[in-house]
């Protein structure tokens, strides 16, 4: 059973606070992701990680950062919340090797509002 | 550059109704295929996938079979239920770290 966590579901949380997202995975899988869903349901790849100690830029810019200290654990942080980061946060992980077909098992998501 | 590209929804159906959501894709080399769906409140989860081209991945009823000769992946199913409402995703892998979602297809089913 892929096991995928995210904390908290929902956060409501005032402009210019800091926040942390996390994100943990028990399926031992190298490959972790972080993408930001608008309301038209499209994902942005915001950050991603081959493994401990390596993390990237996505596709979309953005103000968050990320770490991987532990393969288990890849969580995002926003060290100045604003308005426009109100979305729904998406965490994600996959195998490395054709025999799983690179699927992705993603988290229940956190939904941030900024108010 | 590799592309996901599906129908535009809302798609609404009456309960029972014939399914088909159409995906086409644009990729270099042979790309692993997937759909992905998404219930209200809740992160995708994989539907089906296939790897090769002539394969058909099948899942809960609903099934896709990957075409090379026309780059696509339609989802089907041959009789959806209210409990089917949710946003539908295609995506493509080419062996990458980077797996390119399309933009999602929301489907109404009414009882």
């Known amino acids: 059973e892929a096991d995928i966590y995210q904390t908290p579901r929902y956060l409501v949380i005032g402009t210019g606070k800091k926040i942390t997202l996390e994100c943990s995975q028990t399926m031992g899988h190298d490959k972790m992701y972080w993408y930001q869903q608008d309301p038209g349901m499209e994902l942005h790849l915001i950050h991603y990680?081959?493994?401990?100690?390596s993390t990237e830029k996505g596709d979309l810019s953005s103000e968050s950062t990320v770490s991987r200290i532990r393969t288990e654990h890849f969580p995002l942080t926003l060290e100045s919340a604003r308005p426009s980061h109100t979305s729904q946060y998406l965490c994600?992980?996959?195998?490395w090797g054709e025999g799983a077909a690179y699927t992705q098992y993603f988290g229940p998501g956190t939904r941030l509002t900024v108010l | 550059g590799n592309s996901v590209t599906q129908m535009e929804g809302p798609v609404t159906l009456s309960e029972e109704a014939f399914l088909t959501i159409n995906c086409t894709y644009t990729?270099?080399?042979?790309?692993?295929l997937f759909w992905y769906v998404q219930y209200p409140g809740e992160g995708l989860q994989l539907l089906l996938k296939?790897?090769?081209?002539?394969d058909k991945g099948s899942n809960k009823g609903f099934e896709a079979t990957y075409r090379k000769e026309t780059t696509s992946f339609h989802l089907e199913k041959g009789s959806v239920q209210v409990s089917d409402s949710a946003v539908y995703f295609c995506a493509l892998n080419t062996g990458g770290f980077k797996t390119i979602f399309g933009a999602g297809t929301r489907l109404f089913v009414k009882a």
């Open positions: 990680s081959y493994g401990v100690n």
């Open positions: 296939a790897t090769k081209a002539d």
């Open positions: 990729a270099t080399g042979y790309p692993s």
């Open positions: 994600a992980s996959s195998e």
